[in-house]
């Protein structure tokens, strides 16, 4: 008798999990959704937070509404969801960042990563370019770094503010070369575009999505992608890596927060719903044509990435005596 009763004791265990998925789907079919997106339409977080509440609208039968909560570096809306009910309903759809730098850069910020949110799942990631005007006189990362250091404090690249991702990047292309690059911050990327695409300031570093139409317009010279690997979008662009700078591995990437105290069955049933959703052949292709790849993790896999990117970034913010503006 005992075998028999193990034998049910087990696929009672084995049960567990599915009925825990049918009580979260359950759950999320119950009310409506809301994807808070801290950033103004337009942008790859926008163009992500609408994919995921087209998803989420179809396949729980609800509405799914996309409120753009732009200002205060993402804060208001962070803020937003940091306080909503942690039933899966409101979802943050936030660029790596807001959740790996930021908590150092601001010391201020008024949310906690770990305290104040669960990880749901990644979404996408884009390849930074460092690219310059044509008038340039550097084909190369090389040519660009020997300009650098003949010509001190001098050569300028733009970016989207201090202490962004792409601020870092520079900062840490300048560490492993020895170049003196002058930093020049913006409120957002399209006002330095502008200005490099007019030659009043010769370089950026900006991501995939912002500069791929102007690359491929001849507008800006692609010099090296600060990934690990080169971009299916732009193969023939070196890394800085095999352009002769190791060290700068610098990806920007998007993913998907709740507040904290969201079941994790719920959690998890989102993360399997969202990675669907964006793995629709359709949204990659999407995705795709605007410079970003598909990069989904399971819940526990981008919580560690989280965490390690933040490790990361403090020590160079602190080093390098990085204060936001």
Excluded: C
Aim: hydrophobic share 45%; no cysteine; glycine share 8%.
């Amino acid at each position: 008798m005992r075998p028999i009763l193990f034998s049910f004791a087990l696929a009672a265990v084995a049960l567990v999990p599915a009925v825990q998925a049918q009580d979260a789907a359950a759950q999320l079919a119950s009310k409506p959704f809301t994807i808070v997106a801290p950033f103004p339409a337009g942008g790859p977080v926008d163009t992500l937070a609408r994919m995921m509440a087209d998803g989420l609208a179809a396949q729980y039968k609800q509405t799914a509404i996309v409120e753009n909560k732009p200002g205060a570096h993402g804060n208001i809306g962070i803020d937003q969801v940091k306080r909503s009910a942690p039933t899966g309903h409101t979802l943050l759809v936030i660029p790596a960042g807001n959740l790996t730098i930021n908590p150092t850069l601001l010391p201020k910020a008024g949310y906690d990563v770990q305290a104040d949110f669960a990880a749901v799942t990644s979404l996408a990631r884009a390849s930074n370019i460092v690219a310059v005007n044509p008038a340039v006189p550097a084909r190369t990362v090389a040519e660009l770094v020997a300009l650098a250091k003949a010509r001190p404090n001098t050569v300028a690249y733009a970016t989207p503010g201090v202490g962004s991702q792409l601020h870092l990047a520079g900062e840490l292309l300048g560490q492993q070369t020895g170049a003196d690059f002058l930093h020049v911050a913006y409120k957002g990327s399209g006002p330095g575009l502008n200005d490099v695409l007019a030659g009043t300031v010769p370089m950026i570093i900006g991501n995939m999505p912002v500069l791929l139409p102007h690359i491929q317009a001849g507008k800006l010279r692609p010099l090296a992608v600060t990934d690990p690997t080169r971009d299916p979008t732009l193969p023939q662009v070196p890394t800085l890596a095999e352009a002769g700078v190791p060290g700068v591995a610098v990806t920007s990437w998007y993913g998907v927060l709740a507040p904290k105290g969201t079941p994790p069955a719920v959690l998890e049933q989102l993360a399997r719903d969202i990675a669907a959703i964006i793995g629709q052949p359709a949204n990659r292709a999407k995705l795709q044509q605007q410079g970003l790849q598909t990069w989904l993790l399971s819940t526990a896999a981008f919580n560690d990435v989280i965490r390690k990117e933040t490790a990361t970034w403090a020590p160079i913010i602190r080093d390098r005596k990085i204060e936001a503006q």
